[in-house]
């Protein structure tokens, strides 16, 4: 079984910056994997996807892009980097990750697994 476990969340000032991490356990094979946010009241939202095949492609929402930056090291571990954060982009953020074999992931993610979640305060 899959588990994700997600660190680096917490409480920082607008135009601040948080880097978020995300290890998987429970797999040999690269998963493609992904961060999603959520705000009580509202769906959970795509933050940043990537493939994590040898093009290593990604994909941004609008409102993080030039931002937030997706990557991840040659084995299970997934980070975003956000930068000039804003107090718009407070909510838990989740860590996802799809299946082995996975197709079109960076344009249509369909997750299998989540983390816990890891909350992020941006002050005004």
């Known amino acids: 079984q899959v588990q994700l476990v997600e660190s680096g969340g917490g409480l920082v000032q607008a135009g601040g910056s948080l880097r978020l991490s995300c290890a998987y356990s429970?797999?040999?094979?690269?998963?493609?994997m992904g961060w999603y946010r959520q705000v009580p009241g509202k769906q959970r939202e795509l933050v940043a996807v990537i493939s994590r095949s040898r093009s290593g492609s990604t994909n941004y929402a609008d409102s993080v892009k030039g931002r937030f930056t997706i990557s991840s090291d040659n084995a299970r571990t997934v980070y975003l980097q956000m930068n000039s954060l804003k107090p718009e982009d407070t909510a838990v953020y989740y860590c996802a990750a799809g299946s082995w074999g996975t197709t079109d992931w960076v344009n249509n993610p369909k997750p299998d697994y989540w983390g816990q979640g890891t909350q992020v305060t941006v002050s005004s």
């Open positions: 429970g797999s040999t094979f690269r998963l493609p």
